[in-house]
């Protein structure tokens, strides 16, 4: 199950919403309140979801119903994480279809260019576009629908094992290059000197929802895996691999990214265009750069494909495992939903661009939403579930196997788990919010 976690795990997070997010919100200091929210966070509620998954083998309602004691209501956490994975996968599915109609104007070559007004101006005139805008959406979704009714996530799995290797090396390729651009070293200092003046409540709220994004937590989607675990799968480990190659993979891209957009004079703060804007201006200053684009958006796209699968596998399990529905009917159901709610994110750069919640587009709104409120609220929820209904012995239990694994981090593990990922959750919360 390690490649599917990194399959869930690996995504348009790290090559399009990490550099974006930490453009936006001034850089290192950002970078480094994400790295701990990852460790103090992150962690303990992967290992506490994937466990919690494991021992339910089944989808994440069933899951909690099963563990919980009678009558509490707990797999409400789950019904939560189904909202958010409905959420996410509105504008995720739109981003996933602008990397698709990339490879398409990466082959073509019309964004081949180092001015901004260029690759500025090919973006625009997609997101811009309704119809183009929603015909890709659809076109992504339907190939999700594809994969899944075909039984082929699987071998999607596989695939995306294989690549993985080839997407670390390109990108450490535009890495190379991005750093001996003239004026990199201002990009490497914006990414790697900490201005602290920056780092308000809001930008610790978004870092942190960043981790919850980046690990597929607090939303049912590693429970959902977590059921797929092996009885003898060593939980933490797996969980620290995943994180780790999580992390370097966005650091791989933030350097391929920052160094050039200070070199080409690109705006770090451009926000989700960030990605689509400088990296063709790094590819036209490569030899063979056209055919490097190419393969950068295919590898991208099917990255983004193997993140899609996990976060629609968890209304798709609930509906067929809970509510014994087939798993065809299950993911039409899905998708026919999608294909409507998420049109809303496909239009908020046009038709409903001026349609505003709290001056956010519906794009904006469902990724805030599910990033920073719906994620973290699972993730409290899910360590008080493990902190206090479970305790300690049953953890051990179910942690260790019988305590073959993992002895000495059990304690502090539990504790973080009881006490300091809880509290933090929601300090950081009710602070980013503007609650307290
Ligand atoms: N972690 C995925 C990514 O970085 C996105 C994701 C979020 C996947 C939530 C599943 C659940 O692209």
Same mark, same amino acid.
């Given at each position: 199950m390690l490649a599917a976690t990194l399959g869930s795990a690996v995504g348009l997070g790290n090559i399009w919403k990490f550099p974006y997010l930490t453009g936006e919100n001034g850089g290192a200091g950002f970078l480094l309140v994400y790295v701990v929210a990852t460790l103090l966070v992150g962690l303990p509620v992967m290992i506490s979801e994937i466990m919690l998954g494991r021992e339910a083998r089944t989808d994440a309602v069933s899951g909690l119903i099963k563990l919980a004691p009678k009558g509490q209501p707990w797999w409400l956490i789950a019904a939560m994480g189904v909202s958010a994975a409905f959420l996410i996968m509105s504008f995720y599915s739109e981003v996933a279809a602008w990397v698709f109609a990339y490879i398409f104007k990466a082959a073509s070559g019309e964004?081949?260019?180092?001015d901004p007004a260029v690759t500025g101006a090919a973006f625009n005139s997609l997101i811009t576009e309704p119809l183009q805008s929603l015909l890709w959406q659809w076109l992504v979704l339907a190939l999700m629908g594809g994969i899944l009714l075909m039984g082929v996530s699987r071998g999607i799995e596989a695939v995306t094992k294989r690549l993985m290797p080839l997407l670390f090396i390109l990108l450490l390729v535009i890495g190379v290059r991005s750093l001996t651009l003239p004026g990199a070293s201002e990009g490497l200092h914006f990414l790697f000197?900490?201005?602290?003046?920056?780092?308000t409540a809001g930008v610790v709220l978004t870092a942190m929802g960043l981790a919850f994004f980046k690990l597929s937590i607090g939303m049912g989607c590693m429970m959902t895996y977590g059921s797929y675990? =092996?009885?003898?799968?060593h939980i933490p480990l797996t969980t620290v691999r995943v994180m780790c190659a999580d992390l370097f993979v966005s650091m791989l891209a933030g350097i391929a990214i920052f160094p050039a957009v200070f070199a080409f004079g690109? &705006?770090?703060?451009?926000?989700?265009s960030l990605l689509f804007i400088t990296i063709p201006a790094v590819f036209a200053s490569i030899p063979f750069g056209h055919l490097f684009m190419v393969l950068f958006f295919v590898l991208s796209a099917i990255a983004a494909t193997g993140a899609m699968l996990s976060i629609l596998e968890v209304p798709v399990s609930v509906l067929s &495992? =809970?509510?014994?529905?087939?798993r065809t009917r299950a993911t039409l159901i899905n998708l026919l939903v999608l294909g409507a709610v998420g049109s809303t994110c496909a239009l908020s750069s046009s038709t409903l661009a001026d349609v505003q919640v709290g001056g956010k587009t519906f794009f904006d709104l469902f990724d805030f939403v599910s990033s920073n409120v719906l994620m973290p609220l699972g993730g409290i929820f899910l360590c008080l579930f493990v902190g206090w209904v479970w305790g300690f012995e049953r953890m051990t239990t179910a942690l260790t196997n019988g305590g073959k694994l993992a002895q000495p981090i059990l304690r502090p593990l539990f504790f973080i788990i009881r006490y300091v990922s809880p509290l933090l959750i929601l300090v950081v919360m009710l602070k980013g919010l503007g609650l307290f």
């Open positions: 964004i081949l260019s180092t000197s900490p201005d602290f003046s920056k780092v675990f =092996r009885d003898d799968q690109f &705006e770090p703060s451009a926000g989700p &495992e =809970r509510f014994h529905m087939s």
